[in-house]
């Protein structure tokens, strides 16, 4: 069931109180849930987040919040459309097909209502930014240092030098420093961090150095119940963390493509960071490699400088949460401005020792989302209602005052404001659809539907891959989500689920019939394909 696409009893009135409405939506990438302490867990525990905690406390935490398509770009187009990826057409990552920014989009209908939009930091959708008055926008993903900006005044790329989080902020609130104040706005802050490959601010380059982060209970994941999409990624950190690109041992520079990956960063330091980067990580990498750790302990080793590199870049991207939270407050806006943060999608810290993202399994599906917003949300309030990242442009569209285009599948967010429950009309189900294969990390196109208690999986696409060696796919699995959180016991081909196996099906099928899911992409014919495949 879907709740009907129209603002939340109450939200007329209070703007009325109040006067419009301004949205501050900050995103970050490839943000994992599971290393903000709002949420808790094991990693968070030991590297806090005070504040993204601190805007939690003031509003609302969702403990449930998903994406449909689990990579930056379709999410990116999902947040500014409330539409899924075959519908606004970013259905990948790259530049084919790219986002045809003609389309409608939230900002433009609130810039067409008389808000001033902006926005700052990653667009990575391979087109001009259409519906901002003002923006700059990172090339591509960006660099963690001295990164290259695009204009609507200078189109073309220019370097500016500095931390990439903390130019993104300083340009975030030099904007409302100088915005029209007669008029709302809609101000997106979109950093870089925490991405691949996680080069973390010369101040913290240390810091956890001295923790032992815990391994996740999965680390060591065989997959055995799991189908073939499981055992064919390559997104582990025993097999493709690369000790260079990733783990920084720069000592190990032989491979060209390994040089070119690290040097993409570390060359655009300055001689004095580059030096103070050396001083870190020298002597380090020097006793690593002199300890000639093997197997295990070798994949331990990677996981603890993944993490802590990982959480580091973390923290700088608090600090500057914090720093505009701090503007808001101080400049009286905090109490008229909804402000969300959230991430593209999930990440995996290390469970099933992966890495990315890509998978409908739980660590990449689910995303962090907290918002607050006085008006309307108390302090404190916790939110378990399936909620996914279609949602947010009717959110403000709705908080905004402007009718909610028919296209939008998603529905505004208001009505868990007040309590964080939901109406009865609430949905009960979430769509999940990946399309972006072949591709790095390997992971096969699947979709899938969610409910609060289970979760069906299907893998099914043609196969052949990059070098044409992958076989067809097929397959379906089942997770009793109260049973095994862990999604580590596919009960698919359990009798006892049998009844749950029929009803999802039947849900899934449903749901593609909605939404006029094309699966001729996925069809294959297993025997013409092995009279085609390349001989061994």
Known sequence: MTAALLPAAG?????????????????????????????????SKLAPTPNIDRLAARGILFTRAYVENSISSPSRATLLTGKYSHQHGQIKLGRTPAFNADQMT????????????????KWHLWSVPQGFDDYKILNGQGTYYNPEFSTKEHPEFVREEGYVANIVTNDAIDWLEHRDRNNPFCLLVHHKSVHRNWFPELKYAELYEDVTFPEPATFFDDYS??????????????????????????????????????????????????ERFKAVYGPLNEKMLAAGLKGKDLVRWKYQRYIKDYVRCVKSLD???GRLLDYLDENGLSENTIVVYTSDQGFYMGEHNWFDKRFMYEESFRTPLVMSFPQQIAPGTVC???????????TYLALAGVEVPAEVCGVPLTPLFATGKAPADWRDELYYHYYDYPSIHNVRRHD??????????????????????????????????????????????????????????????????????????????LEAWKRKAPKK
């Open 384 to 394: 378990d209602e399936l909620v996914q990242n279609i949602d947010f442009a009717p």
């Open 106 to 121: 939230f900002p433009k209908l609130l810039q067409q209502a008389g808000y001033q939009t902006a926005i700052f930091g």
């Open 448 to 525: 899938g539907i969610a409910t609060r208690d289970y979760k069906l999986i299907h893998f099914k696409d043609q196969g052949g891959g990059s070098k044409g060696k992958d076989l067809p796919i097929d397959s379906w699995e089942l997770y009793d989500l109260k049973a095994d959180p862990l999604e580590v016991n596919n009960v698919y081909d359990n009798p006892r689920y049998a009844e749950i196996v029929a009803d999802l099906k039947k849900r899934l099928a449903d749901k593609r019939d909605e939404l006029k899911i094309e699966e001729s992409e996925s069809k294959f014919d």
């Open 225 to 274: 119940t799991r189908g073939d999409a499981a055992r064919l990624q390559q997104m582990t950190i025993e097999h493709e963390m690369k000790m260079v690109d990733d783990c920084k041992v720069y000592e190990l520079l032989e491979n060209k493509q390994a040089k070119n990956n690290f040097n993409a960063e570390f060359l655009r330091m300055s001689p004095a960071e580059q």
């Open 319 to 321: 600090d500057e949460i």
């Open 11 to 43: 939200v007329a009135t209070a703007q009325q109180k109040a006067g419009p409405v301004n949205i501050v939506h900050i995103m970050s990438d490839d943000h994992s849930y599971q290393t903000i302490s709002a949420y808790g867990g094991p990693v």
